[in-house]
């Protein structure tokens, strides 16, 4: 097993990529009710990210506006590991639900996802989030300056697809 800083990071969004925004999932997709929200979920995709994490391919983090709440409310019941880093929004708290947007300073996932790199400049990251395409104004030089970063934007009301996670595993196989 290779060590942690081996091993590539996945940081992984909920909103827009394990729940797709869909009125009409189709067959063998799920649905639930946690923390008043319906999340509408693929259980084969989410397999691929658990399976993607438990072979040590990746080491899955949260970073989400569902903050701890993604582990504690959704991972389990949503088929991903438990016990997951987590990367939460300053300045609202580890389970606040305040949505995406940043302050003055920026998109607070930008600044999150900088810090991983800052911290770890030689570890691959792949980082899920379907505001990457609406935020690429603000990533596209930092994402530029670090080609060991891989970004997927799935379509929100798609969520991450099969195709996606074949793309990611490509990528990671370099």
Do not use: C, Y
């Not at 911290?119 to 300056?145: S, Y």
């Amino acid at each position: 097993m290779p060590s942690t800083r081996d091993v590539p990071v996945l940081l992984l969004d909920v909103d827009g990529v394990v729940n797709a925004l869909r009125l009409d999932p189709p067959d063998g997709w799920q649905r639930g009710l946690f923390e008043g929200f319906l999340i509408t979920w693929d259980p084969t995709v989410t397999a691929r990210l658990r399976d993607l994490h438990e072979s040590g391919r990746v080491e899955i983090q949260w970073l989400t506006t569902w903050a701890e709440n993604a582990d504690r409310v959704l991972a389990e019941p949503l088929g991903l590991p438990r016990g997951l880093r987590t990367h939460a929004r300053p300045g609202i708290g580890p389970t606040g639900f305040a949505g995406s947007l940043g302050g003055a300073s920026g998109w607070w996932k930008l600044a999150a996802a900088q810090e991983v790199a800052e911290a770890e400049p030689d570890r691959r990251i792949v980082w899920i989030d379907d505001d990457l395409g609406e935020r690429a104004e603000e990533t596209v030089e930092w994402l530029t300056a670090h080609p060991q970063v891989l970004v997927v934007a799935p379509d929100v009301f798609e969520g991450l697809t099969h195709a996606q996670l074949d793309e990611i595993e490509a990528w990671l196989a370099r």
